[in-house]
DNA sequence: ATCTTAGAAGATATAAAAAGTCTTTTAGGG
DNA sequence: CCCTAAAAGACTTTTTATATCTTCTAAGAT
């Protein structure tokens, strides 16, 4: 139960790697996805989503590539995972207010609600700096 | 993300209607079915699983049926959760020591083990007694 | 004993989501 | 205008989830 996609698992390799990077250099999608070992065109697709909400940005042409879309202490787990597989949700019934229809007799209603924050926050504490700190087994 | 599936989430319904019944009065897979609204051939493979660990007792033949398999208070929202969804990991790299080959430098690794922690901590603190205490909107 | 009831077990079917690829288009340099 | 590299969208394959069906076994009723 609540295991990551690959594409979540990808996504998280892909873009610690870009945070570990100098914001001046620009990376070639091949590159980063063979310095993380995963298919290329599967980070591509991850990386358009990430370029458009800002958390990589793209350039086209020649030299172009990506970069980190701003300081990697400013961008949380939270962020890049649900940015990915979507908000953190243990049971259908906590989407929102009223989504169950048995919803005011349910007492498994809170349990979900607190799993939710507790992940939530837990996720939300760790910066992608934190994540890059260390990361001297990739290359340089 | 970490979405119970439907199996989970009928898993639960059956198990704590069980609860909430008097533990001498055995009860008919059809009923149970019809009473939290759940696929009966579904929630017999379900209950076929819990039989074999002993969350519930089934009873074959006229008169048969199923019954939990101990005091509700002794059964956490942990155990089921687990029984029908499998071991609570948020990330292959946390099943065990060593799974990732990268493992050493993995900066994240250490997350997953506390998100996984604190929600086993969480599930494991709920009975299914607590679950069942104001289960009114069910049929007596 | 055999018939009916009700769960056990295993095979099978369908549908949805995940995982990955391919093709065409667009933007930016040389 | 040609080359490079990402964007966008269609498409394929694989896996998992969701369910159903059939046959088998145990237990009580006749």
């Avoid at 610690?16 to 590159?31: E, G, H, I, N, T």
């Avoid at 949700?89 to 207010?97: D, L, M």
């Amino acid at each position: 139960m609540m295991e990551l996609t690959r594409k979540g698992e990808y996504a998280i390799r892909g873009i610690v790697y870009l945070a570990s990077r100098p914001m001046d250099q620009v990376c070639l999608l091949s590159d980063i996805a063979a310095a993380v070992e995963v298919p290329p065109t599967f980070l591509a697709k991850i990386f358009q989503q990430f370029s458009k909400i800002g958390l990589v940005k793209s350039y086209r042409g020649t030299g172009g590539g990506f970069i980190i879309g701003r300081d990697p202490e400013k961008i949380t787990l939270l962020e890049v995972v649900e940015a990915v597989e979507g908000p953190i949700v243990p049971n259908r019934c906590a989407i929102r207010e009223g989504e169950c229809p048995r919803d005011a007799s349910c007492t498994i209603h809170p349990v979900w609600l607190n799993v939710q924050k507790q992940v939530r926050s837990i996720l939300k504490k760790v910066t992608l700096r934190d994540l890059a700190a260390n990361t001297t087994s990739l290359p340089t």
